[in-house]
């Protein structure tokens, strides 16, 4: 408290009162640039959106395309993939309020075990379309030179896997570093090397290794939840019939 004592013995100039109408608060939120909870054309960006989807135009581009095996994806399966990631996510939030920003190894440690924890108990819950998957998987990798196969929804792919990035991010490493190291391989082949192993790290061979990606991916997740969300009300008193949803992975 001693810089409080400090500055009471300087000398300052005294404040001066200022009249209501001269305060500028700014404190509030401005609400005024706050959009609408539903656009006027939600509706429309829905349908825009799932009707891009694969099944709209595989059909047509199949012959000249990479083979595909389609998997359903129930709307109660989507629903643990979201649940999932929202656990996820609360518990990466609690941690690091909880540490202030000081992460430690017991805390470190901790919630890696329970984000495996969460992992685990949704694995548990997709075990029938793990099985789907694992079909679906082994025909793809028969047909493949190097028996991999990607996994995709109907909309968006889980390139943003994290744990597919670091894969990728170690090989990347690895192989310039038997080059030489970084100041011995040019730019051009260093973005090679980057684009091969992201692609490599994407790859699976079973079903496990799918769900894995599914499991890990916020564009999975996103796309996921809003196809639950279902399109606006007025879309469907338009159409006349309920929502139901189903992706294809």
Known sequence: MAFLTQISNQTHTPLKPVDDASIKDRSNANVSLAGKDVLDDEAERWQYFFDSGVSSWFEDIKEVTFTSTFCTLTPIEAQVIVDHWEARRSRLAATHNGNDG????????????????????????????????????????????????????????????????????????????????????????????????????????????????????????????????????????????????????
């Not at 082949?189 to 499991?215: F, H, K, M, P, Y």
């Open 102 to 249: 000081n992460d430690d190894d017991d805390s470190s440690r901790q919630l890696q075990l329970d984000l495996q924890d969460l992992v685990q108990e949704a694995t548990f819950k997709l075990s029938n379309l793990m099985k789907r998957l694992n079909v679906a998987v082994d025909a793809e990798t028969k047909l493949s030179s190097v028996n991999k196969a990607f996994v995709k929804l109907s909309t968006r792919s889980p390139k943003d896997s994290k744990k597919a990035l670091e894969r990728a991010k170690v090989e990347y490493q690895r192989r310039v570093d038997e080059l030489g190291g970084a100041s011995s391989v040019n730019d051009n082949d260093r973005w090679r090397i980057l684009c091969e192993e992201t692609t490599r790290s994407s790859a699976v061979s079973n079903g496990a290794q799918a769900l894995e990606l599914l499991l890990d991916s916020d564009r999975v997740y996103e796309d996921l939840e809003y196809a639950l969300r279902g399109p606006p009300e007025s879309w469907i008193q338009e159409q006349g019939t309920s929502s139901t949803t189903e992706s294809s992975s």
